[in-house]
């Protein structure tokens, strides 16, 4: 079993739709939580990072953490074309970063 | 300026062939890593280095050797290519250790044929 589960989809929503982006993990070890947008032949960028459990928002992106239930989610309002990319999801373990496979978005406009 | 650089950006050769990987930031970072990406885009991390000392090696092939001769620079160098190597290769930094933001740069998409 892997430390870190996300849906590879893709995931297709209607421009304008509320998206929400998905990851579990299994070991409480982990500390910061990030996400991270991979565009089409480009390398994934930071979008948001969290340590504590709650809400953290930036924008029309709310990154989500539940401690509790090893949940965490990313939340897009009023979605945009633009948002069209995979989401990754990665949590700190000591040094490294561990991945979640990345769910493929698509923004129908 | 490119943050995190990259080259070459392809990479097409034939199984058993030696091949090299370079990788550049201007960010002042010190430490660095090299990842693979599979076809279902999962992120592998292989290695990583923090101020030319290595700290994550995880388990590739000993036919991977990494190499940092400063702290703006880390290599790859692969030998005797395998038809499992075709990947996307992914060169990132951060400011140190504990630094959640990692900058990743355009990735090298090697196809062995």
């Known amino acids: 079993q892997k430390e870190v589960e996300q849906d590879p989809g893709p995931l297709s929503v209607p421009e304008g739709a509320i998206v929400s982006l998905n990851c579990t993990y299994s070991?409480?070890?982990?500390?910061?939580f990030m996400w991270y947008r991979q565009y089409s032949r480009k390398g994934p960028e930071l979008l948001m990072y969290t340590y504590s459990s709650g809400n953290k928002e930036d924008g029309r992106f709310t990154a989500q953490v539940d401690k509790s239930s090893k949940y965490i989610s990313l939340f897009i309002r009023d979605s945009q074309p633009s948002d069209s990319a995979t989401y990754l999801c990665?949590?700190?373990?000591?040094?490294?970063?561990?991945w979640g496979a990345g769910t493929k978005l698509i923004i129908k406009p | 300026d490119t943050a995190v650089s990259q080259t070459p950006k392809y990479l097409v050769t034939q199984m058993g062939n030696d091949k090299s990987i370079k990788c550049e930031q201007n960010?002042?970072?010190?430490?660095m890593y090299w990842y693979k990406q599979d076809s279902k885009k999962f992120l592998k991390i292989m290695f990583s280095y923090n101020n030319k000392e290595l700290i994550i090696n995880e388990t590739v092939p000993n036919r991977f050797s990494p190499k940092s001769p400063d702290k703006a620079h880390l290599n790859l160098h692969i030998n005797s290519l395998e038809l499992g190597d075709s990947a996307v290769y992914f060169c990132?930094?951060?400011?140190?250790?504990?630094?959640?933001?990692?900058?990743f740069g355009p990735g090298t998409r090697l196809l062995v044929l």
């Open positions: 070991n409480s070890a982990f500390q910061y």
């Open positions: 990665a949590m700190k373990k000591g040094y490294q970063l561990i």
């Open positions: 960010l002042g970072h010190d430490t």
């Open positions: 990132a930094s951060s400011l140190g250790t504990g630094q959640e933001t990692q900058y």
